[in-house]
Nanobody, 115 residues
Framework: QVQLVESGGGLVQVGGSLRLSCAAS????????MGWYRQAPGKEREFVAR????????YYADSVKGRFTISRDNAKNTVYLQMNSLKPDDTAIYYC????????WSQGTQVTVSS
């Protein structure tokens, strides 16, 4: 069973940057489209970005388009999310999963943007 571990979150000021990582173990994710999702306090989990298995194409939620970049390194079994120009509304727990979200959700990584 593939397990995912997110890292790289933290406290950052408005306009700052963070780079999240999602490392897979127990199996390979190289054949899967992968995505990042987030859940803010009191809100439903929402889609943030996804990337095809080859890394050739990425898709973004309108709220992060132009600020976030998803990428992957299949040799390292890892997916990344570069987040720039962070806003208070980006405060959430960030999770990664396949684009079908068919791997059990892990703990995620907390991102807090302070104003």
């Amino acid at each position: 069973q593939v397990q995912l571990v997110e890292s790289g979150g933290g406290l950052v000021q408005v306009g700052g940057s963070l780079r999240l990582s999602c490392a897979a173990s127990g199996g390979t994710i190289r054949n899967y489209g992968m995505g990042w999702y987030r859940q803010a306090p009191g809100k439903e989990r929402e889609f943030v970005a996804r990337i095809t298995w080859s890394g050739s194409t990425a898709y973004y939620a309108d709220s992060v388009k132009g600020r976030f970049t998803i990428s992957r390194d299949n040799a390292k079994n890892t997916v990344y999310l570069q987040m720039n120009s962070l806003k208070p509304d980006d405060t959430a727990i960030y999770y990664c999963n396949t684009e079908r979200t068919d791997i059990p959700w892990s703990q995620g990584t907390q991102v807090t943007v302070s104003s």
